[in-house]
């Protein structure tokens, strides 16, 4: 069975500080890779897809990596802006819907 | 741009109480979803549509039907509410193939009393 978990959680930041949200997952192979941002009473918006092992993207202050097992999403400087729930979902070859995981709520304090 | 838009955004139902909530999409994409997000939990599909006049159960379809009307539409349907169906359902739709990245609504917030 597919599984996607992030960590942490929450997350807590000062403006400024740096810092990065962990997605693990567990898929019998890897189509894609997505992440979302979602703020309160809104829905999810599209950041990246990632497709292979060493790949990166970058927007802004965003920058996300891949592994073989896991996915990063490394904040940089982070404004109160970036405060929001950030989602991850895998895609498996053999499949066409996306697992997601529970979310990881960023706050970011001026 | 309207994107996806999702009707009503809230809604109180009383157990065993029927209602249908509407999605549209005016980006001209093939493919619509219907998810349910419910706290600690990531999204779970309901439903999927991968063109018009096709639907498929995703993962937890039970208590539920829907209906692609055009390529534009896609409703979901509860027929019988229970309260275990309180829960944001959110539509979404993307471009022909399910790596596409797919554009969400604002939800529907639903309670069932």
């Known amino acids: 069975e597919d599984q996607v978990t992030q960590s942490p959680e929450a997350l807590r930041l000062q403006e400024g500080e740096s810092s990065s949200l962990n997605c693990s997952y567990t898929?019998?192979?890897?189509?894609?890779l997505f992440w979302y941002r979602q703020d309160p009473g809104k829905g999810p918006e599209f950041l990246f897809t990632?497709?292979?092992a060493g790949e990166e993207k970058e927007k802004e202050r965003l920058k996300a990596t891949l592994t073989k097992k896991e996915s990063f999403l490394h904040i940089t400087a982070p404004k109160p802006e970036d405060s929001a729930t950030y989602l991850c979902?895998?895609?498996?070859?053999?499949?066409?819907?996306?697992?997601f995981g529970a979310g990881t709520t960023v706050t970011v304090r001026a | 741009n309207a994107g996806v838009t999702q009707t009503p955004k809230f809604q109180v139902l009383k157990t065993g109480q029927s209602m249908t909530l509407q999605c549209a999409q005016d980006m001209n994409h093939n493919s619509m979803y219907w998810y349910r997000q419910d706290p600690g939990m990531g999204l779970r599909l309901i439903y999927y549509s991968a063109s018009e006049g096709t639907t498929d159960k995703g993962e937890v379809p039970n208590g539920y039907n829907v209906s692609r009307l055009n390529k534009r539409e896609f409703s979901l349907r509860l027929e019988s509410a229970a309260p275990s169906q309180t829960s944001v359902y959110f539509c979404a739709s993307s471009e022909a193939g399910s790596y596409q990245p797919q554009h969400f609504g604002d939800g529907t917030r639903l309670s069932i009393l």
């Open positions: 990632l497709y292979s």
């Open positions: 979902a895998v895609l498996p070859i053999n499949d066409y819907k996306l697992s």
């Open positions: 898929v019998s192979g890897l189509r894609g």
